[in-house]
C-alpha cells in the first residue's frame, strides 16, 4: 500500500444509488474533476475547483481521462487462463475436452504460479481490480492464487474447487479431503490482508450428497466466507442434475437441500431458473453473477437480467474466464448489452458500468470497501481513455453527453482503453505522465 496523498484530475464518475432503480440521477459526474488519495483510500472526489492540494501530495493530470472504480469480476477460473478461446464445445464436452486436462496441470505449483502471475497481469492490464476465482481441487492452485494477489496488494477471493465424482482421477477428491482442505486454506487465508476465501463445490454434478453435505456443514462452520458454484447454466446439465439427484425439487435444491443456500452464496450464470428457484434466491438475497460472454460463447442462453433485476436480486457482472472469451470488463459489458437487446430491454450506459463495480462489489459483500469512488472507500481506480482507438475516437468527439462519450469506449473498448490502474492508492502501470 502506498502512503501519503496523490491527487488525481480527470473527469470522475461515482455512484450514489442505483442506476436501475433510480436511473441517471443515482450517477455524479464531474467534467472537471478531482480525486484525493490519502493511506490507501478516497479521501475527498469533486469538483477541482473546490480541493486545495494537501502539502507535499503527488499531483496527476489526466485531462478528459475518466477517473472510476475499477472493475469487479466476481466469477471466474483462473486455471483456464491457458484454454480461453477453445473451439467448439459446449459445456459437459468443454469441461472434458479442455477443462479438466488443464486443470490437472495444477498439481504442478510451479506451473499453478505461472499461471497465477499471467492471470493477474492480464486482469489488471484490463482494468479489473477485484476478482473471485476458482482454483482446481489442487491446494497448490490457491496458494499460488492468493499468493500472488498478496503480493500485488489486490482484494481478492478463491477456493479450492471440490470434485469427488464425474471427474477425472487426477482432479477428484472426497467429502472428507474437500471438507478438510478447505478448512485449512480458509484458516491459512481468509482475512489475511486483503484477501477472502471461498467455499467452492464446483456443481452438482461433481458433488456427490455426502460432498456437497460436507461443504455445507463447513459453510455453517465458517459464516464468514463466500460460497461458489454454478447453477442452470445448460439445459443439458439441468437434465443431468434432475438424474443424479431424483428427489430434488430443482436444480437450486440439490444446494438447499445440504446448507449450501445463504446471502453470502454466489451462483454463476442461473439463466434456466424455475419458478421456485427465483423465489428462494431472491428470499435467501443470494448473489447471481451473470457471465454474458460465455454464456454466448458455450452457447447456454441468456440471462434475465432486467427481470431478475427488477425482482430485487443482487447481480454482478463476470468475465467467467475461461468459457468466458474475454479478459476485459469493457467486452463484457458490450455482450451484456447486446443480450439485453436481443431480450427486448436496451441498458443504459450507467447501468453497465453500476453492474460492473457496484453491483459486483455487491454480490461478494464488499460494497463498502470497493467498486465505487466515493471517501472511505479503497482506492482501487482505473483511469479510462475515452478516445482510445481511432473508430471509438471519431464516435466520441461527436457526442454530446457524457454518456454518449462513455458507450463507445464500453462497446468497442479494450484493454488499450485502460491508461492506468490504481492498487490500495499505489499506481500498479506507467501509462501516467
Wanted: glycine fraction near 10%; proline fraction near 4%; aromatic fraction near 8%.
Amino acid at each position: 500500500m502506498e502512503h501519503g496523498s496523490t491527487l488525481l484530475f480527470g473527469q470522475t464518475l461515482s455512484f450514489s444509488g442505483d442506476p436501475f432503480s433510480e436511473g441517471i440521477d443515482a450517477v455524479s459526474h464531474h467534467r472537471n474533476g478531482a480525486v484525493l488519495i490519502e493511506n490507501g483510500k478516497v479521501s475527498w472526489v469533486g469538483p477541482a475547483d473546490h480541493v486545495t492540494p494537501p502539502a507535499g501530495s503527488k499531483t496527476i493530470q489526466y485531462g478528459d481521462k475518466l477517473i472510476m472504480a475499477g472493475f469487479v469480476d466476481p466469477h471466474l477460473h483462473y486455471p483456464q487462463t491457458a484454454i480461453i478461446a477453445s473451439w467448439g464445445k459446449r459445456l459437459i464436452e468443454w469441461l472434458d475436452t479442455y477443462t479438466f486436462p488443464e486443470e490437472m496441470r495444477f498439481a504442478d505449483a510451479s506451473y499453478a504460479r505461472m499461471i497465477a502471475e499471467r492471470y493477474f497481469d492480464l486482469a489488471l492490464g484490463a482494468g479489473t481490480t477485484s476478482m473471485c476465482s476458482y482454483a482446481t481441487t489442487h491446494p497448490e492452485s490457491v496458494d499460488a492464487f492468493f499468493q500472488e494477489a498478496q503480493q500485488r496488494g489486490v482484494r481478492a477471493y478463491a477456493g479450492k474447487t471440490c470434485m469427488d465424482r464425474n471427474a477425472p482421477d487426477g482432479l477428484s477428491d472426497t467429502a472428507q479431503s474437500a471438507y478438510d482442505d478447505s478448512k485449512r486454506l480458509a484458516q491459512s487465508w481468509h482475512g489475511k490482508d486483503r484477501l477472502g476465501y471461498v467455499i467452492t463445490p464446483r456443481f452438482s454434478p461433481t458433488s456427490s450428497p455426502k460432498q456437497l453435505e460436507a461443504l455445507g456443514a463447513l459453510w455453517a462452520e465458517m459464516p464468514g466466507c463466500l460460497m461458489q458454484t454454478h447453477l442452470s447454466e445448460q439445459v443439458e446439465e439441468i437434465a443431468w442434475v434432475s438424474e443424479l439427484f431424483p428427489d430434488a425439487r430443482d436444480y437450486l435444491d440439490t444446494y438447499e437441500a445440504h446448507g449450501l443456500l445463504g446471502t453470502k452464496g454466489l451462483y454463476g450464470h442461473a439463466i434456466h431458473l424455475e419458478p421456485r428457484e427465483r423465489a428462494r434466491l431472491l428470499e435467501a438475497d443470494a448473489g447471481l453473477a451473470h457471465c454474458p460472454t460465455s454464456n454466448t460463447f458455450i452457447g447456454s442462453g441468456l440471462f434475465d437480467l432486467k427481470g431478475l433485476k427488477a425482482a430485487g436480486h443482487r447481480i454482478g457482472l463476470a468475465t467467467d474466464i475461461g468459457g468466458g472469451s474475454s479478459f476485459s470488463m469493457l467486452r463484457t459489458m458490450a455482450a451484456t448489452y447486446e443480450i439485453g437487446q436481443l431480450n427486448g430491454a436496451a441498458l443504459h450506459p450507467a447501468e453497465l458500468l453500476w453492474l460492473a463495480t457496484c453491483g459486483s462489489a455487491k454480490v461478494l459483500h464488499a460494497e463498502n470497501k470497493i467498486g465505487n469512488l466515493a471517501a472511505g472507500m479503497e482506492a482501487d481506480l482505473i483511469v479510462l481513455d475515452l478516445a482510445s482507438t481511432p473508430a471509438i475516437a471519431q464516435r466520441h468527439a461527436a457526442a454530446d453527453t457524457i454518456w454518449e462519450a462513455i458507450f463507445p469506449t464500453i462497446m468497442m473498448g479494450d484493454d488499450r482503453a485502460i491508461s492506468d490502474v490504481f492498487i490500495a492508492g499505489a499506481l500498479v502501470s506507467k501509462a501516467a505522465t
